[in-house]
């Protein structure tokens, strides 16, 4: 059985990886390509769910250091999704912009075309989705996850009060 970090970080791997999914059928179904601002966000909800999962399956120590690390990225998501729908989207070019040259930079776009390729200018990946631009959905998700990833870093051990929690912690500090 799982306690509620390790539900909550699974819940986030689960998100991250939906909306992912979301994108590619947005991309390959609905002809929706991506810029680099896009597969940039694609990068961080994919590293968000792997370190969800890792934490998931790790100690509990670990798994706080997880929940931590996959809300700071989340945070990085919501600071690409904003740029991308107040700054990116005006432009004509992405080109050499941080996303362009982070993407191109880790090669997955040339290795992983499918899933990292950029197709379009940001200003041509402006698309309304639900009378909100594809980016706003973005840093929805991503405030989402920032929420539930300070849940998961805040979550107690199961079975435990908070002032069994307590004197466990006031234990091991005393060894």
């Known amino acids: 059985m799982f306690d509620r970090r390790q539900s909550l970080l699974i819940l986030v791997a689960v998100l ?15 002809d929706m390509p991506p810029c680099a ?28 250091v997880a929940a931590g690390l996959a809300t700071l990225l989340a945070l990085s998501g919501i600071a690409a999704a904003w740029y991308q729908h107040t ?6 070019s992405c080109d ?6 982070f993407v191109s930079g880790t090669g997955l776009d040339a290795a992983v075309p499918a899933l990292f390729g950029i197709f379009a200018t940001c200003m041509d990946a402006m698309v309304q989705v639900l009378g909100l631009e594809y980016a706003v959905w973005s840093l929805i998700l991503f405030a989402v996850l920032t929420v539930l990833g300070v849940a998961a870093l805040c979550a107690k051990p199961a ?10 912690a006031s234990l ?3 060894r």
């Open 16 to 30: 991250s990886l939906g909306a992912v999914g979301v994108a590619l059928v947005s991309q390959y179904v609905f």
């Open 37 to 64: 601002w896009c597969v940039l966000q694609r990068m961080i909800y994919l590293t968000i769910a792997v370190v969800s999962i890792v934490g998931a399956l790790a100690p509990r120590a670990a798994s706080a």
């Open 87 to 92: 700054v990116a989207s005006q432009m004509l």
């Open 96 to 101: 050499q912009t941080f996303a362009d040259r």
């Open 159 to 168: 079975g435990l009060s908070a002032e069994e929690a307590r004197k466990r």
């Open 172 to 174: 091991r500090a005393r």
